[in-house]
């Protein structure tokens, strides 16, 4: 198994461009989700979902889509980028929401975005 | 909401020495507390978990211990050896809800010197 897959793992965009930020995982895991980690604030919850056609969002939404056509993938849409989005990236699955014993969150590699 | 505070930011200690990193958190129903360690370039990892209804858990070197009354707890790793330099998060959440209310500490930077 690849795991929690993320790409790219670098970019840089100016003001304004759009990018889609792509994630895979090939466990079969319901749960996916989507962090952005920034200097003195842990992981935010940006976007998550429950399974393939649902998704809702988490702490920090704005400026970002997200859809999930299939179990794997759970792609990430800047739409409009700026500055303030400048972050480390993370992607998460697990077998379901709910923790438990056995049930864990696996993480991705991450992606660096800087917006210039 | 939940809020988890996390200290210390940075943490150096010395090979073999013992390291301790704490957190407080707000909301009295948390009651599981997973910490996390990332290593320079990947993401978080899950290393211990502990729930309110046991006061400590061991793995080998690492433990953590839960105070329930006074809403702290906190990561112990023992004997430190250099691959334990790595920044780690603790976080918290009531176990009834999903990972989406899983709420995270600021992390500490743990760096092992040989």
């Known amino acids: 198994n690849a795991g929690v897959t993320q790409t790219p793992k670098f970019q840089v965009l100016k003001t304004g461009q759009s990018m889609t930020l792509q994630c895979a995982q090939d466990?079969?895991?319901?749960?996916m989700s989507w962090y952005r980690q920034d200097p003195g604030m842990g992981l935010r919850l940006i976007h998550y979902?429950?399974?393939?056609?649902?998704?809702d969002q988490g702490e920090v939404p704005n400026g970002y889509n997200v859809s999930r056509s299939t179990t794997e993938d759970f792609p990430l849409r800047l739409l409009s980028a700026a500055p303030s989005q400048t972050s480390v990236y993370f992607c998460?699955?697990?077998?379901?929401?709910?923790?438990?014993?056995?049930?864990?969150?696996?993480f991705g590699p991450g992606t660096r975005l800087t917006v210039l | 909401g939940e809020n988890v505070e996390q200290h210390p930011s940075t943490l150096s200690v010395q090979e073999g020495d013992s390291a301790v990193i704490k957190c407080t958190y707000s909301?009295?129903?948390?009651?599981?507390f997973p910490w996390y360690k990332q290593e320079l370039g990947k993401g978080p990892q899950l290393i211990i978990d502990?729930?309110?209804?046991?006061g400590e858990k061991k793995d080998q070197r690492i433990a953590v211990t839960l105070n329930k009354t006074a809403k702290h707890f906190s990561l112990h790793i023992t004997e430190t050896q250099p691959e334990d330099s790595a920044v780690y998060f603790c976080?918290?959440?009531?176990?009834?809800?999903?990972?989406?209310?899983?709420?995270f500490g600021t992390g500490t930077r743990l760096l092992v010197s040989p």
């Open positions: 998460a699955s697990s077998y379901s929401r709910s923790g438990g014993a056995g049930n864990e969150q696996f």
């Open positions: 466990m079969n895991h319901e749960y």
């Open positions: 979902s429950v399974g393939a056609g649902i998704t």
């Open positions: 909301d009295s129903a948390s009651n599981y």
């Open positions: 502990i729930r309110s209804n046991v």
């Open positions: 976080a918290a959440r009531r176990m009834n809800t999903g990972f989406q209310k899983l709420v």
